[in-house]
């Protein structure tokens, strides 16, 4: 929104005209206090922050990339209260909430996940809500949440996460009696199947676990199959079985799915790879 851009535009032209290194500090140090100022939400010291260092050191890529990226998160936060459009603000929501959960920025993740579920009030809203509020350890309110869904709106995925949220404050009967009522479809994705590899993790259905978490890494992009191994081997579900053989083979396992190299544009007309592209099809 244009409002907004004259802010930052005006902002960032502040920013670069102050001072190089004001506090003594080498480039790397004004890097790393701009990273702890972004996990402290504190965005627009960290943008200052950022800037000091580019200043100190134009040359590196990394700091350059990271003060364009703290700009633009600054911007996606004031356009976030100021758009009507629900697509435009749905896009943007998303985009934050991604931004915040790869920072481990949980609380800021979870003031845009009771925005998105209030609006929108549906299975995955809860389940969002719910995955954020698990990390936070709130696993009272991730049960609540996903069991004022109702037994209409419930998917594979809410009650594998309900199962978890249940296990966590000890109801282990209840926990279990959820599980042993699911079974994943053949085309359940792979959040869901994450989740159901979780669940049967917490429940003690540990070879259950284990087969899901394989079939889980089996469908996930080879892109991200890093994110997912890194987050299986953190993940507090896993716990028991970090150690064991079984869990360190599941971590191996290779993905099957083929992917292109699509620029994910709106045609393929103007893509590098048109041509080249399984995606590209006609050539549209």
Same mark, same amino acid.
């Given at each position: ?11 960032? %032209?502040? !920013? *670069?005209?102050?001072?190089?290194? +004001?506090? $003594?500090?080498?480039?790397? @140090? /004004? ?111 991730? %049960?609540? !949440? *996903?069991?004022?869904?109702?037994? +209409?709106? $419930?998917?594979?995925?809410? @009650? /594998? ?124």
């Amino acid at each position: 929104m244009k409002p907004s851009s004259l802010l930052i535009g005006l902002m960032t %032209a502040v !920013v *670069l005209i102050c001072p190089a290194i +004001s506090r $003594g500090e080498t480039a790397q @140090q /004004a890097f790393e206090r701009g990273d702890q100022l972004v996990a402290q939400s504190d965005f627009r010291e960290a943008l200052q922050a950022h800037a000091a260092a580019v200043r100190a050191d134009r040359s590196n890529q990394e700091y350059i990339q990271r003060f364009m990226l703290v700009r633009q998160i600054i911007l996606l936060r004031a356009n976030l209260d100021q758009e009507r459009d629900f697509q435009r603000w749905y896009r943007t929501a998303k985009s934050l909430r991604s931004f915040y959960v790869s920072e481990g920025i949980y609380s800021e993740a979870l003031l845009v996940d009771k925005r998105l579920h209030a609006k929108m009030n549906s299975a995955s809203s809860a389940a969002q809500l719910a995955e954020t509020q698990l990390a936070m350890g709130k696993n009272a309110d991730a %049960a609540q !949440v *996903l069991e004022a869904l109702g037994p +209409s709106k $419930g998917t594979a995925n809410t @009650q /594998a996460l309900l199962c978890i949220a249940l296990a966590k404050q000890g109801q282990t009967s209840e926990a279990r009696e959820i599980a042993a009522g699911i079974a994943p479809s053949d085309s359940a994705d792979t959040g869901t199947l994450y989740s159901l590899a979780r669940m049967h993790a917490v429940v003690g259905n540990h070879d259950q676990a284990l087969s899901t978490l394989t079939r889980c890494f089996e469908g996930v992009p080879p892109s991200r199959l890093d994110d997912f191994r890194s987050h299986a081997s953190e993940s507090p579900e896993f716990a028991a079985l970090a150690s064991t053989d079984g869990f360190a083979e599941a971590l191996e396992t290779k993905s099957k799915v083929v992917e292109s190299q699509c620029s994910a544009g709106s045609s393929c007309s103007g893509c590098p790879m048109r041509g080249q592209c399984p995606s590209s099809g006609d050539g549209r």
